[in-house]
């Protein structure tokens, strides 16, 4: 079309045009738009109907590289099923969502095709970043150009925040469950050193009372280790040596009440 708006030439793959079906197309809204901006605008979905396919129309300003004023509009129609197709083989609802987007953010293809038949539109940055997604809730979302034509579209993957951040949770379970592994591990093994350190010193302590009490002939056992062996050895030479003094001081009292009679 011209830029006041007037068609010179329409084709299509499934009708053929003549000059009397030229029309004007200067009140559309994405040729006012293109006009202004001169880049791209996109208009509101209809469905063929002939095939019954979505379209989109996509206005493409062709500017004079001398002036660089608008030479002409060229108006296509964007069959979004092929579009559709793609978003629907990719994405998984409600966890992953794969959206195509127009410049300035407006959706032209979704697994929910109502966004794109009620115009709306989704930023996504060409890095990752924690935002609402379509239903509002938090998702993570990434956006890669794809170019087509003059046109630069946008292919958006929108993860749902509890599904991206899953691996998250669950590495963050395995590592509580190793920590209370170690803990537990911990706790069994210093509850068994201590049973095979304080057991022996607690024996020793009862072998000492029950010498006290006049059984000169307990002995302290050792335990596993061998600290607590040579203090139960220590321990039982110096109660045998006293043992063995009593001994020789009964035998002398004897001696002497035998000299004495």
Known sequence: ATPDGRQRLKVSNFKAYGLAMLADISNRQEFQDV??????????????ADVGEPLMPLAIALSDPRTGQPRAVMLCMLRLGVFQDLVTKFSHPPDVEVLITGPSG?????????????????????????????????????????????????????????????????????????LCGALLGATVLALAARRRIVAPIQALTRTALAIGRGEIGAKAPGGSFYETQRLAETFNDMTGQLLGTMHDLQAEIATRQKAQA
Not at 35 to 42: E, N
Not at 157 to 176: I, K, N
């Open 106 to 178: 407006r959706i032209l293809a979704a697994p929910d095709f109502s966004l794109a038949l009620a115009g709306r539109h989704f930023a996504a940055q060409d890095r990752p970043r924690l935002a609402p997604g379509l239903n509002g809730e938090a998702a993570l979302s990434v956006a890669t150009p794809v170019v087509l034509g003059d046109a630069v579209l946008s292919a958006v993957v929108v993860v749902a925040g509890d599904a991206a951040l899953r691996p998250f949770y669950q590495m963050l379970g395995v590592y509580a469950l190793v």
């Open 35 to 48: 006009v202004r901006s001169q880049g791209s605008a996109f208009g509101p979905v209809a469905i063929d």
